[in-house]
């Protein structure tokens, strides 16, 4: 049966970025529907490391679907030269996905219908008309994709065409007890196992989230080098299922929106190219796009994006550069200095700002070649 419905928004998407618009839209007092591809609520691969920042954002509580919050960092450079430096205010929060983004979807006043994937949409003279996979046709004033890394509706819409992908695989693993404990309180990174990316460990509820990333150019082996390199740490992974992603790549600011839709998230490339973070991007981008409709400024979405990305995004890209074309010169001097451990801190609590955290990473990377042998 073919029905005609309309709202004021129609969100694709149920992550991050889709549930956030739908909050941020709820409040605001539009009439929201939320289609989401998947049930709810769904597995998300992802290592859930949550900046602090984000949960000021909402005025409700996180704390049940809050799994960690790690005092402290463990840097290691394959497996050696490690250092583990307190996260002072414990600045990141680990959730699991599936919860973390329902959790905001609850709180949404929104109409939500899961297992149900937009199939096409179109813009008309007065709103979008978005088809499902069903063939159920629906009707709104405006669009929001928040479709994820392959976002299918940024391409129908003619946006970011040239993206970039880039690979990441991810475990949930139950490791032996003593494992667990040794890592349940510490965030671990571990660089120079593979070109252009990292390996962490990252500490849940009952488990470890245990992942690999390629932040530039083409994921080779990811799963072979998790595998070898989480051995030195005491965890077996061969059996455990695992899960492989994309991660579109921030590489600068770039057209996110028509006259009616606008993407958010993943779909719209805001993902960190130094660490892969991506959450906090989708729900600041969301929060963005809900801004635009009520304020009625849709068309000025992409430069609000562009003003954001140049504080929080922009900045990292230069980091990125140099990070991944000389990482032990950058570990060694940078990445083992303490101090820099406090910066990141302060930026990831939303504190620091764009020249307070360049400065302070010259310092701390001169500060190294002066002392370290
Ligand atoms: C292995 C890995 C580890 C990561 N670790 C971190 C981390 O620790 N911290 C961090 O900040 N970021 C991390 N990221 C990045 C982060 O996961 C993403 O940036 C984040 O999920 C973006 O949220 P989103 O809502 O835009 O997209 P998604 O979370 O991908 O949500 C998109 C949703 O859209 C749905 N959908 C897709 N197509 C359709 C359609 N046609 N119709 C309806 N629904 C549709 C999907 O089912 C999905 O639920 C990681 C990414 C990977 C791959």
Redesign the pocket.
């Known amino acids: 049966m073919v029905r005609t419905l309309h709202w004021d928004v129609i969100i694709?998407?149920?992550?991050?970025?889709?549930?956030s618009a739908a909050y941020f839209l709820g409040e605001a007092g539009a009439r929201v529907l939320v289609?989401?591809?998947?049930r709810l609520p769904?597995y998300?691969?992802?290592?859930?490391?949550?900046?602090a920042a984000v949960f000021r954002l909402f005025p409700f509580s996180f704390d049940p679907v809050i799994e960690r919050r790690p005092s402290y960092v463990i840097y290691s450079w394959r497996g050696e030269q490690a250092v583990r430096w307190p996260l002072a205010g414990r600045p990141i929060c680990m959730v699991m996905?599936d919860r973390f983004?329902w959790h905001i979807l609850q709180h949404a006043q929104a109409e939500v219908r899961d297992g149900?994937?937009?199939?096409e949409v179109q813009e008309t003279a007065d709103g979008v008309r978005v088809r499902?996979a069903g063939g159920d046709i629906l009707h709104a004033d405006y669009l929001i994709a928040?479709?994820?890394?392959?976002?299918?509706?940024a391409h129908q819409l003619g946006l970011r065409r040239q993206r970039e992908l880039v690979g990441?695989?991810?475990v949930e693993h139950t490791p032996a007890p003593a494992v667990m404990e040794r890592f349940a309180d510490s965030a671990l990174f571990e660089f120079g196992a593979l070109r252009n990316g990292y390996l962490?460990i990252?500490p849940k509820g009952d488990h470890l989230?245990v992942?690999i990333?390629q932040l530039r150019g083409k994921g080779s082996e990811l799963r072979a080098v998790l595998l070898r390199e989480m051995r030195k740490f005491g965890l077996e992974l061969e059996n455990t299922p695992w899960?492989g992603?994309?991660?579109?790549v921030y590489r600068g600011p770039e057209p996110l929106g028509t006259t009616r839709c606008m993407l958010?998230?993943?779909?719209?490339g805001?993902?960190?190219p130094l660490?892969?973070?991506?959450?906090?991007?989708?729900v600041f981008s969301?929060r963005l796009a809900a801004k635009a409709i009520v304020q009625g400024k849709v068309p000025a979405y992409s430069r609000a994006v562009a003003r954001y990305a140049r504080s929080r995004l922009h900045p990292i890209l230069l980091l990125a550069r140099l990070f991944y074309e000389h990482p032990w010169a950058c570990y060694r001097y940078g990445v083992r200095n303490r101090r820099a451990t406090e910066l990141f801190a302060g930026w990831l609590n939303g504190q620091s700002s764009k020249a307070r955290i360049m400065t302070g990473l010259l310092l701390c990377f001169l500060e190294g070649l002066v002392r370290l042998p």
């Open positions: 694709a998407g149920a992550g991050a970025a889709g549930s289609l989401e591809k998947d769904r998300k691969p992802c290592g859930g490391a949550v900046p996905r983004d149900m994937t937009v199939e499902t928040a479709d994820g890394a392959h976002s299918r509706l990441a695989v991810e962490w990252f989230s992942g990333g899960h992603h994309t991660l579109p958010a998230g993943d779909a719209a805001l993902v960190d660490s892969g973070e991506g959450i906090r991007h989708a969301a």
